[in-house]
C-alpha cells in the first residue's frame, strides 16, 4: 500500500490537518500519518479545525461530530469561501445520510468509524494524488538570494542543492519565510506548524529554531535570516 519513494515523492511533507475531538482516535491517526512522512497538525474542536483549515493544510481529515462547529459546517464554510482543500470526513453514524449529505457538501471522501488509520491514510494518499492529477499549481518557489524554498517539492536548497531539512524543520521555515519581516509569535509559529498547542511548550520552536539556523548559517554559510523577538517570537527578516 504505501511506497517508499518514487511516485509518492511530492507527497511527503504534505500538511495534514486531523481535526478530531476524540484525543486517543486524533493521535492514532497522528502517529501514522507522521510515520507515513506527512506533517499532522491537530485541532480538538470545530473553531480550531476551521481556523487551521484556512491556514495552509493541504488537506483535512475531519470528524463530523466537533465541538462548537460539526464537520458540515466547516466543509460548507470552506467550500462557500472558494477553498478546494480535499477534505476525508470521519463519522461514527453509518448512516446513508452523513455521507451522502458530506460529499455534497464538497467533502472528496469519508471513512466510518471504526477504522484503521492505516485505511484512512490509503484514502489520503489516493485524494492527494488525484487532486495532484487535477490541478497542478506549478512551481511555487520562494527565493532569498542562496536560500529557495519550493513548497512543490517540499524541499529548501542553498546553491541549488537540497540540504534535507525534516518535515517540521521545513514546516516552520516555510512559514516564517511566507511572512517576511512580520512578527511571528510562537503561539502563532506553533499552531501553524504543528496545531492547536500541545501543553503549551513554545521551547519546542526556540529548539526547531536553533536547528534551522545551525543547517542554514554554521552548515551553508548563509547570512543569518531568523532574527529573535525576546519574549514574543521571531521574524524572517533576509539580508
Ligand atoms: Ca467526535
Excluded at 466547516?74 to 458530506?102: K, S, Y
Amino acid at each position: 500500500m504505501s511506497s517508499p519513494g518514487g511516485t509518492y515523492r511530492n507527497m511527503a511533507a504534505m500538511r495534514i490537518l486531523v481535526a478530531e475531538d476524540d484525543a486517543s482516535i486524533r493521535e492514532l491517526l497522528v502517529h501514522h500519518l507522521a510515520r507515513d512522512g506527512f506533517i499532522p497538525i491537530e485541532a480538538p474542536d470545530g473553531p480550531t479545525a476551521l481556523r487551521l483549515s484556512r491556514g495552509g493544510a493541504d488537506l483535512v481529515v475531519l470528524d463530523i461530530g466537533l465541538p462548537g462547529l460539526d464537520g458540515l459546517d466547516i466543509t460548507r464554510t470552506l467550500r462557500r469561501e472558494g477553498r478546494t482543500t480535499p477534505v476525508v470526513m470521519l463519522t461514527a453514524r453509518a448512516e446513508e445520510v452523513d455521507r451522502i449529505v458530506g460529499l455534497e457538501l464538497g467533502a472528496d471522501d469519508y471513512v466510518v468509524k471504526p477504522f484503521s488509520p492505516r485505511e484512512v491514510v490509503a484514502r489520503v494518499r489516493a485524494i492527494l494524488r488525484r487532486s495532484g492529477l487535477k490541478h497542478d499549481p506549478g512551481p511555487q518557489v520562494l527565493r532569498f538570494g542562496r536560500l529557495e524554498i519550493d513548497d512543490s517539492a517540499r524541499e529548501v536548497r542553498v546553491d541549488g542543492v537540497d540540504i534535507g531539512l525534516k518535515p517540521r524543520e521545513y514546516a516552520l521555515l516555510h512559514a516564517l519565510a511566507e511572512n517576511v519581516a512580520v512578527a511571528m509569535s510562537r503561539d502563532t509559529l506553533l499552531e501553524r506548524v504543528w496545531g492547536y498547542d500541545f501543553d503549551g511548550d513554545e521551547r519546542t520552536v526556540d529548539v526547531h529554531v536553533r536547528r534551522l539556523r545551525m543547517k542554514l548559517e554554521e552548515q551553508h554559510g548563509l547570512p543569518a535570516c531568523i532574527q529573535t523577538l525576546h519574549g514574543f517570537g521571531y521574524k524572517f527578516s533576509p539580508a
